[in-house]
T-cell receptor, first 116, second 114 residues
Framework: ETGVTQSPTHLIKTRGQQVTLRCSSQSGHNTVSWYQQALGQGPQFIFQYYREEENGRGNFPPRFSGLQFPNYSSELNVNALELDDSALYLC???????????????FGSGTQLSVL | RKEVEQDPGPFNVPEGATVAFNCTYSNSASQSFFWYRQDCRKEPKLLMSVYSSGNEDGRFTAQLNRASQYISLLIRDSKLSDSATYLCVVADPRNSGGYQKVTFGTGTKLQVIP
């Protein structure tokens, strides 16, 4: 099992900047989800990609965008950073099939983003 | 009302104690249920799925009450290593586009004391 890897582990940005976070999914997993976790809160769903297309989105503004690549790696991009964007960003991969039930999420160790 | 609500915690319990966490969910159509464990500043990891008939994994027992939309996790004989945040997770049925909404609770922090 290769696991899910995220980069970078920590990042400091200033308000108004743009950031790109990266995720390499577990081998064979075709679905990736991104979550934002503020201190003391549970992970909040941002969006999900399945076979390179976004097929689900949480309550986040359009300045949060993503990509999934043919090798199932993915990116989360955040434009015009705000102070409240400071959080742990988690990527989770899973194996989806339309006939399947709930997939178990395998998380990466996250990127801690601080916006100053 | 939050979609998934958990006891706020923190729970401070002595080693060897039995502790129970509760969770309620708002969508009666929710399909699948899980408990995840998250250590401080680490990623969540699946602890166990929750089945309608209830299920047990060693010292951990999970229960589901669909009528009351309630999930529980019982930990017996608590160990120091059980100290973590326990996240209740609820998954809705998959939509026509193949997307399955997964919602996390805010988590309950457990501290097991020597």
């Amino acid at each position: 099992e290769t696991g899910v890897t995220q980069s970078p582990t920590h990042l400091i940005k200033t308000r108004g900047q743009q950031v790109t976070l990266r995720c390499s999914s577990q081998s064979g997993h075709n679905t990736v989800s991104w979550y934002q976790q503020a201190l003391g809160q549970g992970p909040q769903f941002i969006f999900q990609y399945y076979r390179e297309e976004e097929n689900g989105r949480g309550n986040f503004p359009p300045r949060f965008s993503g990509l999934q690549f043919p090798n199932y790696s993915s990116e989360l991009n955040v434009n015009a950073l705000e102070l409240d964007d400071s959080a742990l960003y988690l990527c989770a991969s899973s194996l989806s099939g339309r006939a399947s039930g709930s997939e178990k999420l395998l998380f990466g160790s996250g990127t801690q983003l601080s916006v100053l | 009302r939050k979609e998934v609500e958990q006891d706020p915690g923190p729970f401070n319990v002595p080693e060897g104690a039995t502790v129970a966490f509760n969770c309620t969910y708002s969508n009666s159509a929710s399909q699948s249920f899980f408990w995840y464990r998250q250590d401080c500043r680490k990623e969540p990891k699946l602890l166990m799925s929750v089945y309608s008939s209830g299920n047990e994994d060693g010292r951990f027992t999970a229960q589901l009450n669909r009528a009351s939309q309630y999930i529980s996790l019982l930990i017996r004989d608590s160990k120091l290593s059980d100290s973590a945040t326990y996240l209740c997770v609820v998954a809705d049925p998959r939509n026509s586009g193949g997307y399955q909404k997964v919602t996390f609770g805010t988590g309950t922090k457990l501290q097991v004391i020597p």
